[in-house]
């Protein structure tokens, strides 16, 4: 099973033959810009396509602190994305409370455990919606 770092590289080595599938679900890594160091962080995430955007969810497994990379995209919000071979760059920002519902949902059905990881925190777990630039 990949994760991580080992994650990131073998899905960027083979253009996403091998972690774009992963545990049932879908992948895609994304490039954000370290707040602090201003270095390139790149996270494997599960992501579904939401009309012509992607979504993520922030969930650090339902920890009550965000994951590092949500923190990094709320102070930058251009990124960097791969989908399989595909590379580009995107605006990230957080659902608004009318459509988070319904995105929620999508990546609920994508990786179930997401209600879980929700139940878990009293932080209320945001989905990230990616728009290509």
């Known amino acids: 099973m990949l994760f991580g770092k080992e994650h990131v590289e073998r899905y960027v080595a083979t ?6 599938e992963w545990q049932g679900t879908t992948t895609l890594i994304l490039t954000t810009t370290g707040r602090k160091s201003g270095r390139q962080r790149s996270t ?19 920890s009550d602190q965000p994951p590092a990379w949500y923190l990094n995209l709320r102070a930058n919000p251009e990124v960097q994305v791969q989908v399989k071979g ?3 760059t995107a605006h990230a920002r957080t659902a608004g409370p009318a ?19 929700q139940s878990k925190t009293d932080r209320d777990i ?4 990616l728009t290509r630039s």
């Open 44 to 62: 494997p995430l599960i992501y579904q396509a939401y009309g012509d955007d992607l979504l993520v969810v922030a969930s650090k497994g339902g």
């Open 15 to 20: 253009d996403g033959a091998e972690g774009h």
């Open 99 to 117: 459509e988070k519902p319904d995105m929620w949902r999508t990546m609920a059905a994508a990786w179930p455990a997401y209600d879980e990881y």
């Open 126 to 129: 945001p989905v990230v919606v």
């Open 86 to 88: 595909d590379r580009f």
